[in-house]
């Protein structure tokens, strides 16, 4: 059975820097996604990478500030985000695709974390 477990994220000052966290269970080789969404918008692509750590992509609005990485022995993928902005504020989802293929659209993935809220103020 796969689960997954996200933590981390709060209220954090525009400008300023913190790490989400994703644990996963019951997920072998895949791909694995971050997703974001905000009130009133659809769910977006933030990023994802695979298990291997071998392949990721951004999405447009956050390459270059955010981050996935993963740590096979503990099962879990991170997203670092820094240089954040107010527009950044959206509940944060991990999910995960079971077949090693890119994902970047919320309908490609299989399973989803609860979501944690990220909330950046200005």
């Known amino acids: 059975q796969v689960r997954l477990v996200e933590s981390g994220g709060g209220l954090v000052q525009a400008g300023g820097s913190t790490r989400l966290s994703c644990v996963a269970s019951?997920?072998?080789?895949?791909?694995y996604g971050w997703l974001r969404q905000a009130p009133g918008k659809e769910r977006e692509f933030v990023g994802g990478?695979?298990?291997?750590?071998?392949?990721?992509v951004y999405g447009d609005s956050v390459r270059g500030r955010f981050s996935i990485s993963r740590d096979r022995a503990k099962n879990t993928v991170y997203l670092g985000m820094s240089s954040l902005k107010p527009e950044d504020t959206a509940v944060y989802f991990c999910?995960?695709?079971?077949?090693?293929?890119?994902?970047?659209?919320?309908?490609?993935?299989?399973?989803w974390g609860q979501g944690t809220q990220v909330t950046v103020s200005s």
């Open positions: 999910a995960y695709r079971k077949d090693n293929v890119v994902a970047t659209t919320p309908g490609a993935y299989d399973y």
């Open positions: 019951g997920t072998s080789f895949g791909w």
């Open positions: 990478l695979n298990w291997m750590g071998t392949s990721q």
